[in-house]
């Protein structure tokens, strides 16, 4: 069975390029994405990690932890490390964990529970390693997304994503479509419009069931 959101996220000890972790522990009270790849040393992953290497400012700012998984062991990560900031032009700081075993790929989901890598591998026996986990300081799963090996993935959206989550989290909304920081998000339908009026003071009603308002300060 799949994990579903607001379940609570598979807690593992594994090796990381940077030493041991367990992952609940890890985590604390940060939120947190963890985010795989199928091999080491190809060309679309490269460009991921690269991209989540320049964005090490935007994670911080939201009290995020970014960790990538990969089920090639430690000696290559410190390796490819190298190529990532080539493409990066920065440091790629965060650790990746070593999941040569597929304990963690398999926990989430990702492989079959049957899956081994067999001898001369390529990146198509562990395709389906390629996925992007938000979670929350609750250790709950709050996002997940699947992408096939030729689509490199969009962190500008995976960012926003986890903006529209922090904000709907800490103030009780929803957001809309494309919705960004800044812009207004929905109130529930839950809360009666005298409710509304108390939390959000003036608010549109676009329909019976569709109201936004700024989010409060």
Same mark, same amino acid.
């Given at each position: 069975?799949? &994990?579903?959101?607001?379940?609570?996220?598979?807690?593992?000890?594994? *090796?990381?390029?940077?030493?041991?972790?367990?992952?609940?522990?890890?985590? +604390? *009270?940060?939120?947190?994405?963890?985010?795989?790849?199928?091999?080491?040393?190809?060309?679309?992953?490269?460009? *991921?990690? +690269?991209? =989540?290497? #320049?964005?090490?400012?935007?994670?911080?700012?939201?009290?995020?932890?970014?960790?990538?998984?990969?089920?090639?062991?430690?000696? %290559?990560?410190?390796?490819?490390?190298?190529?990532?900031?080539? =493409?990066?032009?920065?440091?790629?700081?965060?650790?990746?964990?070593?999941?040569?075993? &597929?304990? =963690?790929?398999?926990?989430? %989901?990702?492989?079959?529970? *049957?899956?081994?890598?067999? %001898?001369?591998?390529?990146?198509?026996?562990?395709?389906?390693?390629?996925?992007?986990?938000?979670?929350?300081?609750?250790?709950? &799963?709050?996002?997940?997304?699947?992408?096939?090996?030729?689509?490199?993935?969009?962190?500008?959206?995976?960012?926003?994503? &986890?903006?529209?989550? #922090?904000?709907?989290?800490?103030?009780? =909304?929803?957001?809309?479509?494309?919705?960004? $920081?800044? #812009?207004?998000?929905?109130?529930?339908?839950?809360?009666?419009?005298?409710?509304? $009026?108390?939390?959000?003071?003036?608010?549109?009603?676009? $329909?019976?069931? $569709?109201?936004?308002? #700024?989010?409060?300060?």
């Amino acid at each position: 069975m799949s &994990l579903r959101i607001n379940e609570v996220v598979p807690n593992f000890t594994a *090796e990381t390029d940077q030493g041991t972790i367990q992952f609940h522990d890890w985590i +604390g *009270e940060s939120w947190a994405i963890l985010f795989s790849h199928p091999k080491d040393f190809t060309p679309v992953c490269t460009t *991921e990690f +690269g991209a =989540v290497a #320049q964005l090490s400012a935007e994670w911080e700012a939201r009290g995020t932890k970014v960790i990538g998984v990969s089920v090639d062991g430690v000696e %290559d990560h410190k390796k490819w490390k190298g190529d990532i900031e080539i =493409v990066a032009g920065t440091s790629a700081g965060f650790p990746i964990i070593a999941d040569e075993g &597929l304990a =963690v790929s398999k926990a989430f %989901d990702m492989l079959p529970a *049957e899956a081994y890598m067999p %001898d001369g591998r390529t990146p198509a026996d562990s395709a389906t390693v390629r996925s992007v986990f938000i979670i929350g300081p609750d250790k709950q &799963l709050k996002l997940s997304m699947t992408y096939p090996m030729t689509v490199g993935r969009n962190f500008a959206e995976i960012l926003r994503a &986890l903006d529209a989550l #922090q904000t709907s989290a800490k103030h009780s =909304v929803a957001t809309p479509a494309n919705w960004e $920081l800044g #812009q207004d998000v929905i109130i529930p339908a839950t809360v009666s419009n005298e409710d509304a $009026l108390a939390k959000f003071g003036e608010y549109e009603t676009v $329909l019976p069931y $569709l109201r936004k308002a #700024q989010v409060p300060s």
